[in-house]
Nanobody
Framework: QVQLVESGGGLVQPGGPLRLSCAAS????????MTWVRQVPGKGPEWVAI????????KHADSVKGRFAISRDNAKNTLHLQMNSLKPEDTALYYC???????????WGKGTLVTVSS
């Protein structure tokens, strides 16, 4: 079955970097668009970034543009999110998700918590 397992979250000081990873299995990773979504407890989800199946095309939310970068390694079935210049407002649970045929996420990981605080 489809499995998505995020890792790399933790506590980081404002201005610091963090790199998230998402290990995918149970489907043909190289054929799927992938996305990162974050959610602050008690608030709605916020889309962060999306990447095409080949990795050639990416888009990022305005709130993270220039600071975050989505990437993928199709040989290792792994999705990444490099986060730089982190701000306290980036604190959230970060999920990776597969993008389904209707352009909406159809499978989600359990998330990894990122806390930006001094």
């Amino acid at each position: 079955q489809v499995q998505l397992v995020e890792s790399g979250g933790g506590l980081v000081q404002p201005g610091g970097p963090l790199r998230l990873s998402c290990a995918a299995s149970g489907f043909t990773f190289a054929n799927s668009y992938m996305t990162w979504v974050r959610q602050v407890p008690g608030k709605g989800p916020e889309w962060v970034a999306i990447i095409s199946a080949s990795g050639a095309d990416t888009k990022h939310a305005d709130s993270v543009k220039g600071r975050f970068a989505i990437s993928r390694d199709n040989a290792k079935n792994t999705l990444h999110l490099q986060m730089n210049s982190l701000k306290p407002e980036d604190t959230a649970l970060y999920y990776c998700a597969r993008v389904g045929d209707d352009d909406l996420p159809d499978y989600w990981g359990k998330g990894t918590l990122v806390t930006v605080s001094s």
